[in-house]
């Protein structure tokens, strides 16, 4: 699903607001998850899941197409983990 799908999908099943402040409400919750990762903090969605930020050790990869060996800086990297709720219903038979 794109972020504009789920605006449609919100703005039908809310036909009381106007497209416009879905597509506002949507971008102030994902620009809040970025800025709050940005600060290093997690984020946790009772039920859905939790996003943090990891950190990925720098080291020594290899370019695939020369071979040659890299040195890559370490960085962080986006974390998402399931919560109960949606593992067990992403699993269920």
């Known amino acids: ?3 504009s799908e789920l605006i449609e ?3 039908s099943k ?3 607001l106007a ?3 879905v597509e506002k409400i949507v971008s102030v919750i994902f620009n ?3 800025d709050t990762l940005a600060k290093g903090d997690r984020i ?3 039920g859905f899941g ?3 930020v990891r950190k990925r050790p720098s080291r020594i990869a290899k370019n695939p197409r020369s071979g040659e060996k890299v040195s890559v800086e370490e960085r962080n ?3 998402f983990k399931t919560g109960k709720q949606l593992h067990e219903l992403l699993n269920s038979k």
């Open 1 to 3: 699903m794109t972020k």
């Open 9 to 11: 999908r919100v703005a």
């Open 14 to 16: 809310n036909p009381h």
């Open 19 to 21: 497209v416009k402040e």
């Open 32 to 34: 809040n998850i970025i």
């Open 44 to 46: 946790e969605f009772r």
């Open 50 to 52: 939790a996003f943090s």
């Open 77 to 79: 990297i986006p974390h």
